[in-house]
C-alpha cells in the first residue's frame, strides 16, 4: 500500500486558533470524515465543501486525474525534473516556485508551532503546508505559468515523455497542474491556507 494525499484548504486563523493538540486530529477528520466511508460510494471530485461537518472552516479537494495516491504527484514532480532544463527561462522561473511547496522539491513541510513536530522522517505527518501568504504567492505564480504551460509541450515529450510510468505524458502532466491550478486560486481567493496530510 502506497502513500496517499489528501489535500485540505484550511481557514489559518481558525486552525491556529484551535487548540494546539486538537489541530492534527480535527483535519484528519476533514480528510476522512465518517459519514463518507462508504468503500462502494462512487468517489468525490472537485471540492468538498465543507469537508466535514464539524470541520466547516475546512474544504477537501478531491483530485479527478488521481485515485487519492501520491504517486501520480509525485511522478509529476520527477516529469518536471526531467524537462526543466528545457523550458523556456520564464517557463521554468514560475513553474520551479509553483510546484516548489506543492510537489516537487519539498524538502520541509513544516510551519513552526502548526503542529507537534514529527520524528519519523518514514511516516510524515503532512506532506504539505502553506500558509496564506505562500498561497497568494503560488496562485500569482500559477496565473503567469498556466499560459505557458502548452509550450512544455514538445520538450515533454522529447525529454520527460515514459510510457508505463504514473504520469506517462504531456498531457497527464498539464491535467494534474491545472488541478493544481484550481486548489491553489480557489485557496487564495478565500484568502486560506493549503494542507495535505498522507491520508
Known sequence: MGLDITVLAV???RLERTPFEER???????ALPEDELDLYAEPRRGWVWPAAPNVPWCGRYEFHSTPGSYKPHFWAGQAWEDVREHAAPETREHLDAFLRDLIWDTEDTSVPGLFPANTDPWHPRLLLACPPATVSALAGRWARAEPLLEGLREPYGTHAACPGR???NFDEFSVLLREWGVVVTETERRGWGLVGLPL
Not at 24 to 30: N, P, R, S
Request: proline residues 0%; aromatic residues 24%.
Open 11 to 13: 481557514d489559518w486563523e
Open 24 to 30: 492534527y486530529a480535527l483535519l484528519e477528520d476533514a
Open 166 to 168: 504514473w504520469i506517462e
